[in-house]
């Protein structure tokens, strides 16, 4: 006999089974739903045990694999929920796709040091493991592979992980500190969403990239080391971290995505990147400890609402290089006083002309520290009838009409240069036709 499969009739309230020597693989679904099934016995020849093979099995409590097992199918112990302890022979090399996901009472796995590959959903909702450590032999963690265990407070990577996949450890509630190894190269979509106990995190400078939402809603996330290579802040990264006060990007991050740090209303502290380029919408919104923030030299964009409802910022410096501001990049700051424009002043004061004139409300000081390149844009009282968007629209405005007037003088200083060519082509033109009725 070489294969027990689902085609052998088991008895759906067998209790106690065992499974005889020589059999080699375990079939699909072979005892899939055995709700009384509470003990099997599996043979030393055994080496696969396909999908399904005890899903279901509500009552498995214990179960030990032979040495010569090398394969677990896909959902092979899925929802066993008395399952509370098991141990992979080192033969295994890889976990298949949620092979013990749903079993809610496992608080304990060991690991093979031959394992390589742990697939989606492998321990997805195992709410009562609690530590486990990968071997040195595992490279990448799969799709939710850990994805609401909400036990785990401790999980040790080795240094040849190389990938977190997408929702990895989503919702590890109790996950208070993890160090990621140096090798590490790419952080999946909410990796690492709503782990609430999580403190600190340093991303190792292997890391140029992390996907959307990565480490969302960390509520007790205070303290962030990024990468030295990282580009950029992705879409949401760090949204809705509550408690983060302080962060620095390094120089190699030119743009910050969409809702990166949206909702961190302990945020007081930022540290711009020199050779920021972009802040996407919403990037900044509601964070309510902000009260002054400098956007260095590089920035040339600022996305729609990117600092909304910050409502304790009162002063914002604005770089030379912006080109275009979005739509209630600053709504409902209702703290604003003091816009400082860092720009080069024409000789002929056209921006705060034309700001005065479109703006009385508004008082335009020239900052005496560096005459030549900062306005101060001062309000007297806080921003009750007056959008502060408009304000800088208004500058951003000015500031092109000023550029248009010297294209538009290039311009008509050419123009008057063709007339006054033309009118001499036609005046030797006539005096041609003179001389050729002479003669």
């Not at 997805?124 to 036990?151: M, Q, R, Y």
């Not at 604003?336 to 056209?350: A, C, F, H, S, V």
């Amino acid at each position: 006999m070489e294969e027990y499969n689902g085609k052998i009739k088991v008895r759906k309230d067998a209790v106690y089974v065992i499974v005889q020597e020589g059999v080699t693989s375990i079939g699909k679904n072979a005892f899939a739903d055995c709700t009384s099934l509470s003990t099997i016995t599996l043979p030393k020849t055994l080496k696969i045990i396909e999908a399904n093979a005890f899903n279901g099995c509500i009552k498995l409590s214990t179960l030990t694999l032979p040495e010569t097992l090398k394969s677990i199918g896909d959902l092979a112990f899925n929802r066993c929920t008395s399952l509370s302890t098991i141990t992979l022979p080192d033969s295994v090399e890889s976990i298949a796709i949620g092979s013990f996901a749903g079993c809610t009472s496992l608080s304990t796995i060991n690991l093979p040091k031959t394992l390589k590959i742990i697939k989606a959903n492998a321990f997805n909702g195992c709410i009562k493991l609690s530590t486990i450590t990968l071997p040195d032999s595992v490279e990448s963690i799969a799709i939710g592979s850990f994805n609401g265990c909400t036990s785990l407070s401790t999980i040790t990577l080795p240094d040849s992980v190389k990938s977190i996949g997408d929702y990895a450890f989503n919702r590890c509630t109790s996950l208070s500190t993890i160090t990621l190894p140096e090798t590490l190269k790419s952080i999946g979509h909410y990796a690492f969403n709503r782990c609430t106990s999580l403190s600190t995190i340093t991303l190792p400078d292997s890391v140029e990239s992390t996907l959307d939402y990565a480490f969302s809603n960390c509520t007790s996330l205070n303290s962030i080391t990024l990468s030295k290579n990282l580009k950029s802040i992705a879409e949401g990264s760090f949204a809705g971290c509550t408690s983060l006060s302080t962060i620095t990007l390094p120089d190699s991050v030119t743009s910050i995505e969409e809702d990166a740090f949206g909702n961190c209303t302990s945020l007081n502290n930022i540290n711009l990147s020199k050779t920021l380029k972009t802040i996407g919408k919403y990037a900044f919104t509601s964070c309510n400890g902000l009260t002054s923030i400098i956007l260095p030299d590089s920035v040339i964009s600022i996305g729609f609402r990117a600092f909304a409802s910050c409502i304790s910022l009162t002063t914002i410096t604005l770089p030379n290089s912006i080109e275009r501001i979005g739509a209630e990049a600053f709504g409902n700051c209702t703290s604003l006083k003091t816009i400082i424009l860092r720009i080069e002043k024409t000789g002929d004061n056209k921006v705060i002309d034309s700001i005065k004139k479109k703006y009385p409300e508004v008082t335009v000081i020239i900052d005496e520290i560096d005459i030549s390149k900062t306005i101060v844009l001062s309000f007297e009282n806080t921003l009750v009838n007056m959008d502060v968007v408009s304000v800088i629209c208004g500058f951003l405005e000015a500031k092109s009409d000023s550029g248009f007037h010297k294209k538009n003088k290039r311009r008509k200083s050419k123009s008057k240069g063709r007339k006054k060519s033309r009118k001499r082509k036609k005046s030797r033109s006539k005096s041609r036709t003179k001389r050729l009725s002479k003669i």
